[in-house]
């Protein structure tokens, strides 16, 4: 399993989260809840892809829920707490991020 920085708890999600959170599908919102219990203990399965957006260091990352589903959270350096940010298709959750982020990259692409 993938080495996953320590998160003690999850705080309020923002308005947009909740927003995406309450169009999902029942399935998509299981692996939501089983993906923050793997994050808690620290046990990213391979499969779910988790990784840190590296020009925000090690404060967002990103898991996969399925196929097409991300969840991107920010996460606090120092007492591992984490606020979910976007949860939806793969595009969107990267749309979602901070501007300084996606224009980091489209430019590696």
Request: no cysteine.
């Amino acid at each position: 399993m993938p080495a996953v920085p320590p998160i003690k708890e999850f705080r309020e999600p923002t308005p947009r989260f909740r927003k995406s959170y309450r169009k999902l599908d029942p399935e998509i919102r299981d692996e939501f809840e089983k993906v923050v219990d793997e994050l808690i203990a620290g046990e990213v399965p391979r499969g779910r892809r988790y990784k840190h957006l590296s020009s925000y260091g090690e404060q967002i990352g990103v898991v996969r829920l399925n196929r097409s589903y991300r969840f991107a959270f920010l996460r606090h350096p120092e007492d591992g707490t984490a606020w979910p940010i976007a949860i939806g298709p793969h595009d969107e959750v990267y749309e979602a991020l901070p501007r300084r982020q996606r224009r980091r990259l489209r430019q590696r692409n």
